[in-house]
Each structure stands twice: as C-alpha cells, then as structure tokens.
C-alpha cells in the first residue's frame, strides 16, 4: 500500500430529520454547500439539525459535533453560518464509547465555546432514539466510501521480542495466570462500562434539564400573555360596571326628587281638600276630582318626561357607538394606506435584497445572531426587543431586566441609605434562567435569603 492511498482521519458531515439521518456528505461536498456552489432544494425554508463527525481508518467515530445550519428557501446555506467545527470537535469534552475510546463530544449541553452553544443542539439519548447510536451504524454502513485500513493487526517483530534472564525461568501455572487474566479483564470492562454509563447519564441529564428549562420558559411566557389578557379583559369590564352604576345611580336620585315632589304635591291638596270638604260636599267632589285629573297629568308628564330622557340617552349611546366604529373603521383604513405605502417603498426594497441573496441577521444578547425571514421584517422593526425576547422564550419585560443585568452585572438591592449596594454579582448568559430578586442581587439581598432571615 502507497503512502498516498495509506487511510487517515475522514471529516464528515450528517443531517438528521425526524425519521433520523436522511443525508450524509464528506467535508468538501458540505464546504461546496457553504461556498453556494450547490444548493439542496428538499431543505429549503428549514433549519436543519446537522452532526460533524471525524472517523478513523477502522470506520469508528472519534469526534461529533451538533450544529444548526438554515436554508433559505431556495435551498441554499446561510451565507453568515462561521461555526469552526474542526475546532469544537478537537477542544470538546469526553463523550461516551463508541468503540474506540471515549469520543469527543460538543453539543448544546456540553460546549467548550461559550458563545457558539445557541447553535447547538443536543442528541436524544432514549432507548431506541439514541442519536450516537444511528451515527455509529450509519459510519459502519460506509456509504460514503471511507478507505478503511484492513491491515490495523500489529504485526510482531522479532527484534522487539525481549528475553526473560535465565534465573527467572520458571514452569508458570496456566490456570492461575488464565484466572487472573481473566479477573483482570472483567474487573477492567466493568470499569470501562461503569465509566461510560455515568458518562452517558450525565449527558442525559443535562440534556433534559436544558429542555426542561425551555419549556418552563415557553409555558411561563404563554401564561404571563394568557394573565395580561385576562387582567386587561377584567379591567374591560370593572370600568363598564362602574359607568353603569352611576347612570343607574343618577336615574335613581332623579326619581327619588320626582317621588319627593310628587308626595309634596299630594300632601297640599289634601290640606286644600280636607278644607273644602268643611264648606261644601260637592266642592269637596270636584277638587278631588280636579286633584285626581291633576296628580295624574303630573305623573304622565313626568313619566313622559324621564322616557324622553332615557330615549335621548340611547340616541346619544347609539351616536357614541356609530362614531367610535366611523373612527375604529378610519383608523383601519389609514392603517391599511400606511401598509401599502410602506410596502411600495421599504418592502419592494427588502424583496430585491433577498432574491440577490441577501440575508438580514442581527445580534441580540442571549438570542445571539438572528437570521430575520423577509415576512418578520416589519414585526421585528416595530419592536426589535419583544422579537428577541420571543426567541429567548420569556416575556419582554424579563428579557428587558435581564439584558440591564448582563449589560452590569451588580447587586440592584437599595441599602437603607438610599444607594444601591452595586457588589458585583456572576452573570445569567440566558434569559429563561433570570429570576428578579434572586439572580441580580447578592447573596446578602437575595428574596430567598431575606425570607430565610425574618422566619
């Protein structure tokens, strides 16, 4: 065999979907797919969970690193994608076993560079979806046709041969040395296997903890949004109540003043009635004739009365009602005028920009470089904060607080001066892990702390 056909080391470069692995390429057909030489239509619009593998000449697995990569939607790679993959792989922590010795292993959980971890990702480890398993049988399938040295048996050279001194020979006992080999050799696979297990459980465990966090962070988000809803519906409705009570309210001192004079009324001509009724019966039978007719007219003009009022406030209400929908609907349609003008100018600029190639990527803290899609541009400018902090998955007020504690990392606690106490404190890198009161403060003004004090 040449030294030139002699096998090495091979970088290679895997795709996953949900079924498993679905592709596999060597470095340079990936680096082609980098440079934009080639594009790969069935992955466009997608973000792809992909893993960088360094295989040795007995087609074993020494290194894995798992990485994102997007596609736009024409199938071809982000242009600002930079990961040094050869470097995470060889700076990596150990990994579990794979048939040639721990390998190296850099993923979400386990990155030896801190800023490169947001586009990583984890393997699943379960039973029957173990990630590292698929990878170690699709590097024996060989499909993409790996030179594999066959001739790996160390052959035995007589000059390296060394011979026992002669006053050290002695008739050895098979069986005792076949039993301690044999103890030996099942005490070091049992370390071995020990070893790997606690390797495996730990990645596992840090993998789940991390997905753990992301779902408490994405459920609390979804609950703070369902709670803002509630309360602002809530408010909706105390402030109808009230303004309904005190229209009931007004209507009620009116008829109490009506009932008031009313009783007002009757109580004089009864004084007048009972007068007349000492001169004459039949003067007494036509004032109360005349006081009937009277009290009654009263009352249907005063009834009258209060239903043209109450008739008056409807046709106000209906008024009020049709003028906030003329302003609702005209609010609309400049909203609408603003959406067309804006989409003639700023839109047909940012549609040429993107057939050209051009991506729109922006850096936020704890979201770090975010490929922005044409469709999010004008959400992302109207609040370029509560998309970052949507990414985070926590609200924009949390990820507000936590980027002014990542910015100074100090105690905010106030000191019964005034001041602020301002002792440095360690930073929280992600936002779905801040906690007000606990992670910017010390330990001296922690709210766990302080509770521990005064119990």
Excluded at 128 to 135: A, F, H, M, Q
Excluded at 176 to 181: G, K, L, Q, T, W
Excluded at 329 to 346: M, N, S, T
Excluded at 431 to 440: K, L, T
């Amino acid at each position: 065999m040449s030294m030139q056909n002699k096998p090495q080391m091979v970088e290679a470069v895997v795709f996953f979907n949900e079924r498993g692995i679905c592709k596999e390429m060597l470095f340079p057909e990936f680096e082609a797919l980098l440079d934009g030489v080639v594009n790969m239509p069935e992955f466009a619009d997608e973000q792809m969970r992909m893993a960088y593998v360094l295989i040795n000449p007995r087609l074993l697995i020494r290194s894995v690193v798992f990485f994102y990569l997007d596609f736009d939607e024409k199938g071809a790679a982000d242009s600002g994608w930079n990961l040094p993959l050869r470097h995470l792989a060889d700076n990596a922590g150990r990994g579990p076993d794979m048939g040639a010795g721990p390998i190296r292993l850099a993923c979400r959980s386990q990155c030896p560079v801190s800023w490169h971890q947001m586009h990583l990702w984890d393997p699943g480890l379960a039973p029957g979806k173990n990630d590292l398993v698929l990878l170690r049988d699709a590097v024996k399938r060989n499909n993409l046709g790996v030179l594999v040295d066959d001739d790996m048996a160390s052959v035995m050279v007589p000059e390296r041969l060394q011979m026992v001194a002669e006053d050290k020979w002695q008739a050895p006992d098979p069986a005792r040395e076949a039993a301690d080999r044999q103890s030996e050799q099942k005490e070091q696979e049992h370390r071995v296997k020990t070893a790997q297990l606690i390797k495996q459980q730990r990645l596992r465990i840090s993998t789940l903890s991390k997905q753990y966090e992301e779902d408490m962070a994405r459920l609390k988000l979804h609950a703070e949004e369902r709670l803002r809803g509630s309360q602002s519906e809530i408010h909706s409705l105390h402030m109808a109540l009230r303004q309904q009570e005190e229209l009931n309210t007004s209507l009620k001192a009116q008829l109490d003043e009506q009932v008031e004079n009313f009783q007002k009324t009757r109580e004089e001509m009864s004084q007048q009635l009972r007068a007349l009724e000492r001169h004459s019966r039949t003067e007494a039978d036509i004032l109360r004739s005349q006081f009937e007719g009277e009290l009654q007219a009263k009352v249907a003009a005063a009834v009258a009365e209060l239903k043209e009022q109450v008739a008056i406030r409807d046709v106000e209400l209906a008024y009020s009602a049709e003028q906030d929908t003329q302003q609702q609907q005209e609010v609309e349609r400049l909203k609408r005028e603003r959406d067309e003008f804006a989409a003639q100018g700023g839109e047909q600029i940012l549609e040429r920009l993107s057939r050209l190639g051009v991506v729109f990527v922006v850096y936020h803290p704890g979201a770090g470089h975010l490929t922005i899609p044409l469709q999010d541009i004008a959400r992302y400018q109207d609040n370029p904060m509560s998309y970052a902090a949507a990414k985070c998955f926590v609200s924009e007020a949390q990820y507000r607080q936590w980027l002014g504690h990542y910015q100074q990392p100090t105690c905010e606690a106030t000191l019964s001066s005034g001041e602020r106490c301002a002792m440095p404190i360690d930073r929280v890198e992600t936002p779905s892990r801040f906690v007000i009161g606990e992670s910017n403060c010390c330990a001296r003004h922690k709210a766990g702390t302080r509770l521990r004090t005064v119990s």
